[in-house]
């Protein structure tokens, strides 16, 4: 009985750390797909003249661009 509780246990174990491991490595995709997407948009906005450092804050959060 001993044994058997011992196995299950062990084989409960390597079940989750499989889990773990699968799920850390979609996170880890999630995250390299996230920075990758920060890339694209960051360059798309500065290749169209979009980006808020080109302007500076001050131009985006004027009262006069809502008129």
Excluded at 11 to 37: D, P, R, S, T, Y
Aim: with cysteine; net charge positive; aromatic share 20%.
């Amino acid at each position: 009985m001993f044994t058997w509780r011992f196995c299950f246990y062990i084989c409960n174990l390597n079940a989750a750390l499989a889990m773990l491991g699968k799920f850390l490595e979609f996170a880890g995709m999630l995250c390299n797909l996230h920075i990758k997407w920060l890339i694209f948009a960051q360059d798309w906005w500065v290749r169209n003249g979009l980006s808020l450092l080109n302007k500076g804050l001050r131009g985006y959060t004027s009262a006069n661009n809502f008129l």
